[in-house]
């Protein structure tokens, strides 16, 4: 299955790294990533497509819980 | 006032008293601030990963956050196993970690190494320091990160330049303190209320998050009214005394029968503060396959990651549980009601009938009964263990009456934890006064000598540690599962070249006792406990004692080789009969 992953971040050093190895650690494979710093430079939005066989809400509860991933939201790709 | 100082002060500010490191070239501005700040002590361990053993023993044993420290490069590497140990177990650590000057970062500079990167996937968050005027944010919220809703490790990398930068304009710290723990949607709790309400037979399985959401009062308060059998995991062991009437003991691989079947038998689980790890579920798809699940936890990403949780309750466990207590014990009378009473008295019958046994034969010492006796002579003692087939016995055999009085390493299941976080439980206990206090570190040959180096520190400081070191010359729990699973192809398990740990000990200044025999082991255990200040107890075992129960890998829980219950008459009748007759030969 395929999720679309919505993201707002900390601009903060090692945000992107750390949600990439979690959903990689966590059992989702990006397969495409693409985003902008934010107008007030503060922070980063994030869109993430990744593949996975596990349940998605997992994914989105340990993303969350990140310090510098302000929001999260998945959704199954069209 | 640079940097470094500025940091010392606010480590007072947050209610630091003892520090565990070791001193090298990126973090000489840190230590050289620990000259005008008497107010931290500072434990000079023999080796990083002891220092962040000892701090994770020392946050484990108190509940306040363990701080260590140490320089770059293969400092901060070293405090690796220490770090991802305290992530897997949800112990609150500050790490600080020196680091090359920010000019040289990215440049293969000498000690140079991306602790930061490295460490990623094992703290709860981490920081580097690129200006001075990043440090008042950073600490605090380390602080903060660490203490407040699961606590977890945090990591601080802290460039030299950066330490030794004017400080003088930062404001004095302010800790932030912890976050208060979310109460749990009055929602969730009726849905959990509701399957309370139809269960015939329910069991408790709490784990170490009772103990970590200061919530033990709150569970026993709720087991005791509502009168349901409990299992416990390996971190969750000290939330109900070994002794209650209720506790049907640990869970798992290596978990009691009564508890396993109890477990696969029950309609329900009231699941606390646990997470359904692999050691404790056996084949996840046929674990309590019987049973619907009340899931309490303060964090969220754990409910219903491994297990469907059919109510799901997020929030402060203590809360959760008062607010529960009273509607769930009223059940206990309710249509239900002798359904219970049945249920409940068959697992206690079976606790009792299946309880161990230490009358074991020959002359030769009996590891579970010499465990079972210490902790009797030492009710008040708080054990840390390493990590082997000795941790399973002070599991299964050790009485505990309290919770944080047992220290194991449970998640990450670290060799060489044992001493270190001996050392840190100690001077936890002296650092609040409690200079009677006593702690024991049982370990292996194998596991000892990760650590050993740190005989010295229990010596520099004076730690009344007693230790003991239970010998099989042999890696016992890999030669077991090589005896059992690789039809007994023995590989590199073999210590039979173990040093005279009697002189290593007395090398290192601490006094040694051996014992061999059962007969001995009661005046040994006198003399270790009676011993003036650190001392060490050679236990010699038999080299092909094992470990049961056990569940084999893969297989469900009821399936629990045991051939000590198979020689006994009354266990022909018990289910996992097959099972033991499936022990190879």
């Known amino acids: 299955m395929r999720y679309q992953l919505d993201l707002t971040l900390r601009r903060a050093e090692g945000a992107l790294a750390r949600v990439l190895g979690t959903a990689e650690r966590r059992g989702f494979q990006p397969l495409s990533v693409d985003g902008e710093t934010q107008a007030d430079g503060d922070r980063w939005h994030l869109r993430m497509t990744v593949e996975g066989q596990r349940e998605p809400e997992g994914l989105q509860q340990q993303l969350a819980k990140l310090y510098d991933c302000l929001a999260v939201q998945v959704q199954p790709c069209a | 006032m640079n940097g470094a100082r500025w940091l010392a002060q606010a480590l007072v500010a947050e209610g630091v008293e003892t ?10 501005p840190f230590y050289d601030a620990l000259h005008g700040t008497p107010a931290l002590k500072h434990v000079l361990v023999r080796h990083e990963q002891g220092a962040a053993f000892a701090a994770n023993g020392y946050a484990r044993a108190s509940g306040r956050v363990g701080v260590c420290v140490a320089t770059s490069g293969p400092g901060a590497s070293n405090l690796v196993t220490g770090i991802a140990d305290a992530m897997l177990d949800s112990v609150p650590m500050v790490v600080i970690t020196g680091q090359v000057p920010t000019t040289l970062m990215g440049t293969d500079a ?31 919220e380390a602080f903060r990160l660490a203490r407040s809703g699961r606590p977890g490790p945090v990591l601080i990398d802290l460039p030299k330049d950066v330490q030794m930068a004017d400080a003088a304009h930062l404001p004095a710290h302010a800790s932030l303190g912890r ?22 037979r329910p069991v408790v399985y709490g784990g170490g998050g009772i103990v970590l959401g200061e919530a033990v009062q709150a569970f026993r308060t709720f087991v005791d009214a509502t009168q349901i059998p409990t299992v416990l995991t390996l971190k969750g062991l000290g939330a109900l005394p070994t002794a209650h009437p209720l506790n049907l003991g640990m ?20 699941v606390v503060g646990a997470r359904f790890d692999d050691r404790a579920t056996g084949k996840l798809a046929e674990f309590a396959p019987h049973a619907r699940v009340v899931h309490m936890d303060i964090d969220a990403a754990e409910i219903g990651k491994l297990r469907h949780a059919d109510a799901g309750v997020r929030g402060d466990i203590a809360t959760t549980l008062t607010k529960l207590t009273l509607p769930c014990a009223a059940h206990l009378h309710g249509r239900h009601g002798p359904a219970r009473k049945a249920w409940r008295a068959q697992c206690q019958q079976r606790a009792r009938q299946w309880a161990a046994r230490y009358d074991a034969p020959g002359e030769g010492v009996y590891a579970p009964a010499l465990l079972k006796r210490l902790s009797e002579l030492a009710p008040r003692a708080t054990v840390a263990c390493d990590v082997g087939q000795h941790q399973m016995w002070v599991a299964q055999h050790w009485r505990l009456s309290q919770p ?9 299941g670290a060799m060489g934890f044992g001493l270190p976080a001996a050392m840190g439980a100690q001077i936890a206990f002296e650092e609040c006064g409690d200079r009677g206090a006593q702690v024991i570190c049982v370990s292996g040959d194998g596991s000892i000598m990760m650590n050993i180096q740190e005989l010295a520190t229990f010596k520099r400081y004076r730690l009344p540690v007693k230790i003991v070191l239970l010998d099989n010359q042999a890696l016992g729990m890999v030669r077991q599962w090589q005896e059992l699973f690789f039809e007994k192809r023995y590989s590199e398990i073999d210590l039979s070249d173990n040093p005279d740990f009697a002189a ?16 001995d082991v009661e005046a040994a255990l006198q003399a270790l406990l009676a011993a003036d200040g650190p001392a060490l107890l050679h236990v010699a075992i038999d080299t092909a004692a094992n470990v049961w129960p056990l569940v084999p890998p893969n297989r469900c829980n009821a399936e629990m080789l045991d051939p000590d219950a198979a020689r006994d008459a009354d266990a022909a009748t018990s289910p996992t009969k097959d099972a033991t007759h499936a022990l190879p030969a």
């Open chain 2, 179 to 200: 976050d208060p723990a979310e109460p749990p949607r009055d929602a969730s709790l009726h849905e959990a209320l509701a399957l309370v309400s139809q269960a015939q």
């Open chain 2, 251 to 270: 869970l798992g691989m290596h978990g009691s029968r009564a508890a396993n079947l109890a477990v696969q038998e029950a309609d329900l689980l009231i």
């Open chain 2, 504 to 519: 290593v000990a007395a090398a290192f200044g601490i006094q040694a006792l051996h014992v061999d025999r059962a007969a």
């Open chain 2, 110 to 140: 000498f000690q140079e190494l991306d602790v930061f990167a490295m460490t990623l996937p094992m703290v709860k968050h981490s920081f580097i320091a690129r200006s001075v005027d990043d440090l008042p944010t950073m600490v605090a």
């Open chain 2, 404 to 412: 944080r009085a047992h220290l194991t390493s449970g998640g990450l």
């Open chain 2, 19 to 28: 520090l565990f490191g070791y001193p090298g070239g990126t973090i000489m």
